[in-house]
């Protein structure tokens, strides 16, 4: 079943050609392997999204890359990939860096599919960066709180859902979060998954900036 989609993998959706090299179907394999279908597609909507929206900023990027970081960006959310103490960006970072060093890419290479999965949900920060970490979040943030939506042309939005439909995916998400909340809220501390956590989960463990810098061990 997920071999399949990955092999239906479209050449191109909404005019955004979509890698066919050896590592890009390995990462969306590896992640159609973990992924409930929702993530999957939100995944690659993340890509095609973020190459759109960037496309009208004038701003290339390196495609595979771009690809491979995008279609596994959320590893940190699925089982395999899971520490008990890291906030999610940073487990999915470290996942996906081990497999584009395993897929023969560079140390440099490496660093910026790390650094483009590790701060996705950094605004202000990312779209600083190489092009590749910025694709990366402006995509994530058009598919999952619709930023930037307005600007792509609905047969473009159209044709991307068309692909890789939605699947309910407000509802999976929210739910798939607050399951990552529950198994370890420490990590979830200065974070935005702290909001969903404090809340939706009754006696979520998780301390506030507030309540950090009170507890600093200092007089004033």
């Known amino acids: 079943m997920q071999a399949e989609i990955v092999a239906a993998l479209p ?6 050609a979509v890698p066919d090299t050896a590592a890009a179907k390995a990462a969306a394999r590896l992640c159609a392997e973990h992924s409930p279908g929702f993530l999957y597609n ?7 999204f973020g190459r759109l ?16 970081a995008s279609a596994l960006h959320d590893l940190g959310l ?20 081990a497999f584009a060093l395993e ?22 920060i990312a779209v600083r960066k190489q092009a ?36 309910q995916c407000k509802t999976q998400f929210h739910r798939l979060m607050l399951e990552v909340c529950r198994r370890k809220p ?14 939706h989960i009754h006696g979520f463990a998780c301390p506030t900036f507030e309540q950090l810098m009170a507890a600093a061990p200092f007089d004033e």
Do not use: N
Not at 11 to 16: E, F, I, L, R, T
Not at 53 to 68: K, P, S, V, Y
């Open 132 to 167: 590749e970490i910025a694709f990366v979040h402006i995509g994530a943030g058009a598919d999952v709180c619709g930023l930037g939506m307005s600007l792509i042309s609905p047969d473009d939005v159209a044709e991307v859902l068309d692909a890789w439909p939605r699947l």
């Open 42 to 48: 939100h995944c690659l909507r993340t890509y095609a």
């Open 78 to 97: 699925l089982e395999p990939f899971m520490t008990p103490t890291q906030r999610f960006e940073v487990d999915g970072a470290d996942a996906a860096r």
């Open 186 to 199: 420490q990590a979830q501390a200065l974070t935005f998954t702290a909001e969903l956590g404090r809340a």
């Open 11 to 16: 050449k191109s959706v909404a005019g955004v």
């Open 53 to 68: 929206l960037m496309a009208r900023q004038g701003m290339a990027c390196d495609a595979e890359l771009t690809f491979i």
């Open 103 to 124: 897929h023969g890419f560079s140390d440099a290479e490496a660093d910026v599919v790390w650094d483009a999965i590790a701060l996705h949900t950094s605004p202000g």
